[in-house]
Every structure is written in C-alpha cells, then in structure tokens.
C-alpha cells in the first residue's frame, strides 16, 4: 500500500505532487483533471449531485452520478486513501457517461467531510499520512461490511438503478480490501468487483480479504502495480490460485512499469496509457456481469 514506498519513492512523489498543485493552481481541481481524462466515446449526459446516506455509525458524504435518463446498473466506488475529491468525482461522472449509476462514498465520515485532504496533497508528505493514517486506522473488516450494506440498499432505493442488473465495485489502494468484502458478503447483489494498487487483498489474517473469494458470485478484475508486485511477488500467486479454487473468474494482472496509485489522475505517478488500459478492462469486466 501507499505506506510501503521507498524513499525514493516518496522523493520523486513530493516531486511530481509539487507540479500537479501548480497545474491545479491555475486551472482549478475540477478542470484540470477533466483535461488530464480522455474524452469518452458516445458519452451520455448525467446528473450529478452530492447526497447523504444513514449508515449504522453515522451520516456519510458521498456523490452520486448517473445518466440524464432510464436506469442503469449501479457501481459502488471505494476511493484511495486520500478519500473522495475532485479525482474520483471526475472518475465516477466519467464511469457514469459509459451508463452507469456510480456511487463515489467518503470512507472516512466517521472521522470528518470530505475533502479531508487540499487539492494536489499525497501520501508521501507525512503532514497529509498524519490526516489520514488514522482515519484509515479506524477502519476494519467489519465497518467494511456495513457501509456497504448501507450504500447497497440506497443504491437499490433509487429511481436511476435498474434492480434488475447486478451491482459491480470499484476499489483503489485502501478500496482495495473493501471491494472483496462487498463483492464476498453481498453475492446475491454483487456481480463484479475491480481493484487497481489494491493493498491487503490477501493477508495472514483470519479475516483476510481472500478469504472470502468461495463465497463471491462475481467476475473479478485484479490490477496490480509493478512496483507494489515487486515488494510481494506471491501475493498474484495466492489471489490466482484462490480464484481458480473457488471458480471465479479473475483477470489478474501486474501493469509492467506501473507505480502505486497510477490510474488515479491528480496522483503524481499517473501513468494515462496505463491508466487507459485498466479502465478499458474495467469496462469490459462490467460489460460482460452487469449486462
């Protein structure tokens, strides 16, 4: 995960973060990151809006966005440990123009509203991992399971979701385990679940994600970071080998010359052709179990 960055990492990070803040300076969040996002082809109008959702622990901040007509499968957003901002709102309305209804959740509204981070901010400056260290902290297999039974059931609730398709699930960094969780505990709901630098999937735990893949009903898209592979080369092993056991169909794969964090694009590692490559396998995966 993000903590696991070698200095030299961290230096080159701080470094890219520092030209990333000027490029928002100018543009401001929103539009510089819908410049930095291709364009979608046939991408539909939507509606978006920011809406509160009861959950067992409290009020959670989330933005929701969906297609200016009909209903459309839903997708559950897990966002990176930076939490929800201006880069995952600019992912999900960009997820929704393909026809979806996307749901982007503040993970941390337990702890404060998002954005709980500036605009530009990384994990690599340890005033921003001083933030969010403990808000991620607070976090755990259990409140993972019911904050996605909370926005499951909003989901179902709403006039732009087609009931009658599964749900699929995004996860970045942090999201990572969350979408297991939600695609392992909500079979009969869940039909595909992706995660892109997804820390903690498999673990010596007892309640590791991975445990749960006998209990999902789901196509599984698994893209791993290069640098994240390199730190723990058994961990794709354990996931194929899981999937494989339990009949899932996974897409595992290592994006050679990837670092942590580069599909998300305020991160400063953002790698587009890359990044580009994972959303169209993200696409497909959805195509294929949500139709």
Known sequence: MCENHSAEENAFILKMAKLNRRQFGKLGATAALSMMLPPIANAQD?????????????VAD????????????????????????????????????????????????????SPVVPEGATFADPAISAIVRPM?????????????????GWLDQQSAVDTSKKIGTTGYCMGGPMVMRTVSNFPQRVGAG??????????????????????????MLICIAANDDERDPESKNVL??????????????VYAGSMHGWTVPDFPVYNEELAERAWS?????FATALS
């Open 194 to 219: 992706a995660t892109f630098h997804g820390g903690g999937l498999n673990t010596a735990n007892p309640d590791s994600p991975h445990l749960g893949i006998p209990e999902m009903d789901a196509r």
């Open 281 to 285: 396998r993200l696409l497909a995966t």
């Open 136 to 152: 991620a902290g607070a976090l755990n297999a259990t409140t993972h399971v019911t904050d996605a039974r909370a926005f499951l």
């Open 62 to 113: 989330c933005y929701f966005v969906h297609p200016s007509s009909g209903k459309h499968p839903a997708v559950l957003v897990w966002p990176d440990i930076l939490g929800l901002r201006p880069a995952f709102r600019a992912m999900g309305k960009r997820l929704a123009q393909s026809g979806y209804s996307v749901l982007v959740v503040n993970p941390f509204y337990r702890s404060a509203k």
């Open 46 to 58: 939507v509606m978006e809006m920011d809406v509160t959702i009861q959950t067992p622990d409290g």
């Open 240 to 253: 194929r080998a899981a999937f494989a056991d339990a009949g899932v169909a996974a897409e595992v794969e």
